[in-house]
């Protein structure tokens, strides 16, 4: 008879243990978009060299504008080779013609709306290609707080009133990509403003985590857009600039 509860025992313990590995594993996983148009080099593996080097960021001269509108996105940070499948990204969206990701074009929606700096925030250390490369770097950053080293900064950060922060939610969060570009800059007496793109989570505690890495900031509230509702959100855009109150500006541009 003890035999047999031996038997049993070693039977149940494994399956009770398997099902407990599996409660952790519906976190959403970070978006994998396209690569842009003059991306990925041309024998389809990353750029040598994709290491941080050190080198200082890259000051960029601020507009005239009062609105910043800074977003980060794998779009742009990551070599992807000429011929990836475009059709197995959530995040791609075919715009014009052309490949964009998502985030990148909530960001323009805002530009075309009210006008202000648009500005893509990118990693000095380029993302891998294999999503889930991306998500294991992503849960290695966020376990011990790494900031990555970014390739430029606002020069003239103090000449905006509203900062916008876009990012996709990565594991229930923002990447840890914004908190490295906020935690350039004192946001004090700024109102910063997150928008965001998710799979299907929602904006998870990202709020926080931008009102948190901006101290002395006033948050305004944010916006999540599931990716796939995209393409036709751009009154929804519209509508929740309205409801935040930021008023159009004419001169606009690239920093």
Same mark, same amino acid.
């Given at each position: ?20 590995? #599996?409660?952790?594993? $519906?976190? =959403? @996983? ?16 990353? $750029? ?7 080198? =200082? ?8 504008? !009062?609105? @910043? ?6 779009? #742009? $940070? ?8 475009? /059709? ?12 964009? #990701? ?21 990693? /000095? ?24 080293? @970014? !390739?430029? !900064?606002?020069? $003239? ?8 922060? #876009? ?7 923002? =990447? ?13 007496? !700024? ?39 995209? =393409? ?24």
């Amino acid at each position: 008879m003890i035999r047999h509860w031996l038997i049993a025992l070693t039977l149940i313990i494994p399956a009770l243990t398997f099902m407990g590995c #599996g409660d952790g594993d $519906n976190e =959403p @996983l970070p978006e994998v978009p396209e690569q842009p148009g003059n991306g990925g080099n041309e024998n389809g593996g990353e $750029n040598e060299g994709d290491e941080d080097n050190g080198e =200082p960021e890259t000051p960029v001269t601020s507009g005239n504008s !009062k609105i @910043l509108i800074a977003y980060f996105s794998r779009w #742009g $940070n990551t070599d992807y080779p000429a011929d990836v499948d475009a /059709s197995t990204g959530a995040s791609i969206q075919i715009r014009n013609g052309n490949k964009q #990701g998502t985030t990148q074009i909530v960001a323009e929606y805002i530009q075309t709306t009210i006008g202000g700096d648009i500005h893509l925030i990118e990693t /000095s250390s380029r993302y891998p290609v294999s999503f889930d490369d991306v998500r294991d770097l992503n849960h290695s950053e966020m376990a011990s707080n790494y900031l990555p080293a @970014l !390739k430029s !900064k606002i020069e $003239n950060m103090d000449d905006y009133d509203i900062v916008f922060v #876009g990012y996709p939610v990565w594991a229930t969060d923002a =990447p840890q990509a914004i908190k490295s570009f906020l935690s350039q800059y004192d946001m004090t007496g !700024k109102t910063v403003v997150p928008f965001c793109t998710h799979d299907g989570y929602g904006a998870g505690r990202s709020y926080t985590t931008v009102a948190n890495a901006a101290p002395g900031s006033t948050a305004r509230d944010g916006l999540a857009l599931l990716a796939s509702d995209v =393409p036709t959100a751009e009154n929804r855009v519209k509508e929740w600039l309205e409801r935040v109150g930021v008023e159009r500006e004419v001169i606009s541009k690239t920093v």
